[in-house]
């Protein structure tokens, strides 16, 4: 497979989301250093700088540097950008339905500002394609712990023959709103609906995954 997504974004920023395998990736666009996550569906923002090393947990990267390309791998998880453009400051995050349970991004949000003075005012944030609510269902045990933790979890879900389908992409776009992030942009583009084109889970249990490449450039 080696189908790809990608935003609009800024002109300093690269980004690419595809289900090609990496080396050709980062081959294809010529990306010489690149950081990954051990991920561990955590709300472990970790912050890349010269003294990042590789492959440390987590569930969310921050960085200013230039040609330090970050990655996240899903495969039905919501992979999502947010990006200062005026602070050139970059964050990556994998926000599963446990990050996104436990407001991953607002973690981020509030290190982008803390660590880099980025601003809510400036921060655009994109939705990656993942698992939407026409295929994201669970069993009471799951919908419980969203019902303890989201109190009008009602309006995010559907329920059917005892199941429920849960919509993580708003959950999400609440949170970041709620940070006061206003711009923000989601493909709505279901991993498990177009799995001809992106690895999903759900749907075979692929040990494949999608990357989502984001740099800032020179
Ligand atoms: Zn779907």
Redesign the pocket.
């Given at each position: 497979m080696s189908n790809e997504y990608y935003f609009d974004i800024a002109d300093s920023l690269f980004n690419i989301f595809s289900s090609d395998n990496l080396t050709n990736i980062v081959t294809k666009y010529q990306i010489n250093k690149y950081y990954e996550l051990n991920q561990i569906h955590s709300t472990i923002v970790n912050i890349v700088n010269d003294h990042y090393q590789n492959k440390l947990d987590g569930d969310a990267m921050i960085t200013n540097l230039k040609n330090v390309a970050l990655i996240i791998k899903t495969a039905d998880c919501i992979p999502i950008i947010l990006y200062d453009s005026k602070k050139q400051v970059l964050a990556v995050v994998h926000s599963g339905w446990k990050g996104t349970l436990n407001s991953i991004v607002k973690e981020a949000i509030k290190k982008m500002i803390a660590i880099y003075q980025a601003d809510v005012k400036d921060i655009k944030a994109y939705l990656y394609p993942s698992?939407?609510k026409?295929?994201f269902e669970v069993d009471e045990d799951v919908y419980r712990e969203f019902k303890d933790k989201i109190k009008d979890i009602a309006t995010y879900t559907s329920k059917k023959n005892d199941k429920y389908y849960i919509d993580l992409q708003n959950i999400v776009v609440n949170d970041l709103q709620n940070s006061g992030i206003t711009n923000i942009k989601d493909t709505n583009i279901?991993t498990?609906?177009h799995h001809d084109k992106f690895h999903s889970y759900r749907y075979n249990h692929t040990n494949q995954r999608n990357y989502l490449i984001a740099m800032i450039k020179e």
């Open positions: 698992i939407r026409c295929h279901c498990y609906c």
